[in-house]
């Protein structure tokens, strides 16, 4: 028998009519906060990869030469592809909005949490250096996550500058920064012991490390943080952009209310080495356990990388899959309808023309409907119904033909009623 | 400067408001038709692709390996896809009705109107052999082309089982069967005369070939060629299935309101080997020189060839790229409002906490709205707001907030109006 690939999924419709449901809502709020759909291919050069993710990148995703040896990866983020448009289309009216929803593909170990296809949405803003821009992206974020029934958040947020120069300062050899910034974006992850021993290796002076992690873990609210954070930072330029940029996130987090979900978090750093500025995770307060649920931040330098002119850009992803979990860990789908509506009985063979035209009349005014297909008799529609897990079922017999009625059932209270064919519409609506 | 892979487009928001506004009206469709959604990997084992379309269709897909020399290929088609979990989900309730919209790929040569990445929207029916559930599929089909704006259909129609009992009776060799049918699909394309030189490699028997091309030629109203045809079949059993099945799906085709569109074609083939009885093609009216806009068939053995029980199954697939091309054409996107509502514009940087509280209560209301993220002056915003292409501007000054007022301007008229804060929703919903 024929299984799907290695680390892959099918979702049978039950599974698909959840990931609809969510994908229409995280879409609707995009378009609602002006972001704009964009579509770029499934595949693109593998040089557009290795620019911006550089060689080893390509352990982790599915590379492949085309039939005339292009060098081709398909999309295991969606930043390259839009970095591309943005930088080739120059006509494009700033600053851009964009959103994107769609499958992207990692060549990963599978588990049971990770798999080789998933999906994410992402939402970006481009050519806006002002924090304006980042808050406008949480706010859509929470936004979306709101509409999908989560109530209470806690943002991480925190400025790489503030990290590099808290780095610079405690004194650390500059050429390996990056590893070092990944190191302590490992801190919650393996805690501060094994993180000290790791940055060991790159500077052999346990004071400073002990001085700076004691520093980085500093966490909370704003309004309390900012203040330590100042005296540390004191001048220097670098820091103080970051802090400047924290400042007024937080400041426009209170017009766009999402102030009290904010957590400055001076540990968090996102591995990526694009990021150039604020950087942020989303948590869903009541499911911290299971990891964030939403990250981003800002990476004014990749457009140019691509070619394009310098442009500055931030933007958030949503963990599409992690999310699905999570609602139905929290029962979410118990309530809500997924899939069709009604199933159109007929007693037997003669009324069945009868059956479809009332089939046809409920499927004109947009209720979802099926008839038995395979001429069963009744006991066997009733089954098909609740298997089909529809909500009402009109049974057609030679009575309601007759009379010009159908017999509704409703397959949750088993209740059965007789109402007359031009008030079933109606019926059906309330 | 990076283009997106060979024979692969971008599509920038305009388009894709086209062409998501175009899938919306279809997933809608074909769920109130009780279609359910499935999903399936983008990849799938070259073995699944290659059992249903044999070793050549390597030449034109997305072949490649994994990192484990695991042989796959993007999906070309949903079919094998949809066979494949059919055949390993035997819990699924027969019959089984699904629909999957998305993108294939095929790894064709480029053209501008044929890319190497294009949607299908498929729609079939799993467990029915009764010819109710093709019609049921073209009636849902047309619905769909429909909703889309199309007015009037040309619904082409044939069954294989026919197509062969007539080369047989013209005393083809039965050996190159497969050949000959794919030669006669040609029919309409490249005309009676090279189909005949072309047959002749076959049959060497030119009067045949002109008698049984001459039968082919037959087209016209079911009505009308039915009766024809039920002489030219007489008593032959294989033939007399297929004409079976066109009469009742003729009868089922009035009950649906699809009959005036149905046409016969005796030479309707359908080049793909795998159908093995009522085959369709649906043709926009107006637009019949663009070619089909929707195509499929009665499968009734491929599931089993994947090693499910034998399994009748029928299906269709909408070609949605030259639906979108043949829309624009018909101007249809002219009087469709799509993209971003209303702009919301600060007249100095005092007023801007205001002016994103105004915006934070138009998205509250579903409604879709951006602000300037730049800080520009008036003349800039509406400027911007042009080029998005915004129905009205909302604009807040100093007298507006004083006032509790807010000044909106009609973008297509150029009315502007001063309305009381509270009174602004209900105004921008009307």
Redesign the interface.
Same mark, same amino acid.
């Given at each position: 028998?024929?299984?799907? &690939?290695?680390g892959?999924? %099918?979702? =049978? &419709?039950e599974?698909?009519?959840k990931?609809?449901w969510a994908i229409d809502k995280i879409? +609707?709020v995009y #378009?609602?906060?002006?972001f704009?759909?964009?579509?770029?291919? @499934?595949? #693109? *050069?593998w040089?557009?990869f290795k620019i911006k993710s550089g060689e080893d990148v390509i352990?982790q995703i599915?590379y492949?030469? %085309? +039939? @005339?040896d292009?060098e081709?990866g398909?999309r295991f983020e969606w930043t390259a592809s839009l970095a591309? /448009?943005i *930088?080739?289309?120059r006509e494009?009216?700033m600053?851009f +909005?964009?959103y994107a929803i769609g499958?992207v593909?990692r060549?990963e170990n599978p588990s049971e949490k990770r798999y080789r296809?998933f999906w994410q949405c992402d939402a970006d803003?481009i050519? /806006?250096s002002?924090p304006?821009?980042d808050a406008?992206i949480l @706010?859509a974020a929470v936004?979306c996550l709101k509409e999908l029934s989560f109530e209470d958040f806690i943002i991480k947020l925190n400025d790489r500058r503030i990290l590099e120069f808290l780095i610079e300062q405690a004194g650390f050899p500059q050429n390996n920064l990056l590893e070092i910034i990944r190191t302590i974006d490992k801190l919650d992850k393996i805690g501060i012991e094994s993180v000290t021993t790791e940055l060991l290796k790159y500077y052999d002076n346990i004071e400073s490390i002990v001085d700076l992690l004691n520093l980085l873990s500093l966490k909370g609210k704003p309004e309390k943080i900012l203040v330590t954070l100042k005296n540390a930072i004191s001048k220097n330029e670098k820091g103080l952009k970051g802090y400047n940029s924290l400042e007024k996130i937080y400041e426009?987090s209170k $017009?766009? %209310?999402i102030d009290s979900y904010l957590t400055i978090d001076l540990s968090l750093a996102r591995g990526l080495d694009y990021y150039t500025g604020p950087v942020f995770e989303i948590f869903a307060k009541e499911y911290q356990e299971y990891g964030s649920i939403a990250g981003g931040g800002r990476y004014d330098e990749i457009i140019g990388l691509?070619?394009g002119d310098p442009t500055p850009a931030t933007g958030i992803a949503l963990g599409f899959e992690r999310i699905i979990s999570i609602l139905d860990l929290k029962g979410i789908f118990n309530d809500i309808k997924l899939?069709?509506d009604v199933l159109v009985i007929s007693i037997n063979e003669n009324v069945q %023309?009868y059956a479809? #035209?009332i089939l046809?009349d409920i499927?004109k005014n947009? $209720?979802?409907?099926?008839i038995d =297909? =395979? *001429?069963r008799n009744i006991r066997k529609q009733l089954e098909?119904a609740s298997? +089909?897990n529809v909500q009402k079922v009109i049974i057609i017999g030679e009575k309601e033909i007759k009379e010009k009625t159908v017999t509704v059932r409703d397959m949750i209270t088993g209740k059965q009623k007789n109402i007359k064919r031009e008030e079933l519409i109606i019926f059906l609506k309330s």
């Open positions: 028998m024929f299984q799907p &690939p290695r892959t999924r %099918d979702f =049978l &419709p599974e698909m009519f990931r609809n879409r +609707k #378009e609602i906060y002006g704009e759909p964009l579509g770029t291919p @499934a595949f #693109e *050069s040089e557009l352990n599915y492949f030469k %085309d +039939k @005339a292009r081709l398909l591309r /448009v *930088s080739s289309h494009l009216t600053p +909005k964009r499958p593909w060549y296809e803003t050519g /806006v002002d304006i821009a406008e @706010a936004s426009y $017009i766009f %209310d691509f070619g899939g069709t %023309d479809i #035209e046809q499927r947009g $209720i979802s409907s099926i =297909l =395979l *001429s098909y298997k +089909k």
